[in-house]
């Protein structure tokens, strides 16, 4: 195709002009600096300059002066335009300036030079803050906090044996549950899975004697807690909300003597260190869920800041306290991620019974997407979404 081909009338905003010349300015920004007593000065190159684009040429004919002046109102506009280059196409550009020249000698016509910019969006830098490691954070210093409280609060040491054997079985209940939470099912890397199985394994084995050991103990679990996130995947924040819930019971035994107390404290300690190292990974579990919509994001924060919320009221530890409370303003603020654009569930109401894959080619112009609304709505048959019933679906088609 040749540059006749090519070559288009000229027009800004769908005023047209007719062209003589046309002047195009390109290059790079840069700060020349000149240090003193140095002869080769250093130039530091700031980025692309912007494009400039000169045209010259004129307006003919009786009514010329109708054709200025919609020229004029056009280079007067604010913002950007679209500008019929006749050599370069279309392009967005602001005016910059336009000259008009009229003289008695050529009546009738007049000649223009205009001057634009290319045009870009306002794009400026926006702080963002980092949900994932925000929420890991807040995370650690609760684990940190819960552990200290811990090591102080249980003791086995000294006591007769039932208390030694009243924390095993409550250890044994806890292992109990991370390998078989009911329902629940293994979503991570098969290496995971093993590597959390192994662990678990060995830990219910040497429950007793790992009990009489107050920071092994601590550490172990912290351990288990991390390896069960990578073993259950995405199911790993529903492990740890039903492993909350596990541990959440008061102690119901007697407590009138001193090794009964001590029987109970230790009770209380298990159960909380569980709680507080559990809530630190359901919150990382909730922050990097990719969530189908806006409303199931707040569905889980909201779970989320409620358990903070309970485990707050219930402590004792008051760095515990301060920490749960750090990580309650990451939750709230983190999930969904704040740069994370979901779209709404909204009702939609189909005008007569007809098949899901129709009614999803009908709101998304994607039948593939049938299952999404059957999966949502769970009619009884999805070849016969009853017309009149109101469905949820995502706003996003």
Avoid at 156 to 172: I, K, M, N, S
Avoid at 258 to 276: D, G, K
């Amino acid at each position: 195709m040749t540059w006749r081909d090519m070559y288009r009338s000229a027009s800004f905003r769908g005023a047209t002009f007719k062209v003589e010349s046309a002047d195009s300015a390109y290059g790079r920004r840069q700060a020349v600096h000149e240090h003193a007593l140095r002869d080769v000065p250093y130039t530091e190159d700031l980025g692309r300059r912007a494009r400039e684009f000169t045209v010259t040429g004129y307006l003919v004919g009786e009514n010329y002066h109708l054709e200025r002046d919609t020229l004029i109102e056009a280079c007067e506009t604010p913002g950007p335009g679209q500008l019929v280059h006749p050599y370069r196409g279309e392009l967005t550009v602001v005016c910059r300036g336009l000259s008009v020249s009229e003289t008695s000698q050529n009546g009738g016509m007049c000649r223009v030079s205009i001057t634009f910019l290319e045009a870009g969006e306002a794009s400026y830098p926006r702080a963002v803050t980092d949900s994932v490691n925000a929420i890991s954070r807040a995370g650690n210093s609760v684990i940190s906090a819960a552990q200290a409280g811990f090591v102080e609060r249980f003791i086995t040491d000294g006591f007769p044996g039932f208390v030694l054997e009243a924390a095993t079985q409550r250890l044994q209940v806890i292992t109990d549950f991370l390998g078989a939470p009911g329902g629940i099912n293994l979503a991570g890397e098969l290496e995971a899975a093993a590597s959390f199985s192994r662990a678990l394994r060995n830990l219910a084995d040497n429950a007793m004697s790992i009990v009489q050991q107050p920071e092994q103990l601590a550490s172990r679990l912290i351990d288990m807690v991390d390896l069960a996130s990578d073993a259950y995947g995405e199911n790993a924040g529903a492990l740890f909300v039903g492993l909350m819930e596990q541990v959440s019971a008061p102690y119901g035994g007697l407590t009138n003597t001193p090794s009964r107390r001590q029987q109970a404290m230790n009770h209380e300690a298990l159960n909380e260190l569980v709680r507080q190292v559990s809530l630190p990974a359901a919150a990382r579990a909730a922050v990097s869920v990719d969530y189908p919509s806006y409303q199931d994001a707040n569905s889980a924060r909201q779970t989320l800041v409620e358990l903070i919320d309970t485990e707050m009221e219930r402590t004792g530890n008051d760095e515990a306290y301060v920490t749960l409370g750090a990580l309650r303003t990451e939750v709230a603020r983190g999930i969904p991620q704040p740069e994370v654009d979901l779209p709404q569930l909204v009702e939609y109401t189909p005008p007569a019974t007809l098949p899901s894959l129709l009614v999803a080619y009908k709101l998304y112009g994607d039948a593939s997407r049938a299952d999404e609304i059957v999966s949502r709505n769970k009619p009884h048959h999805p070849g016969f979404l009853p017309g009149g019933q109101q469905l949820e679906v995502l706003s996003d088609g």
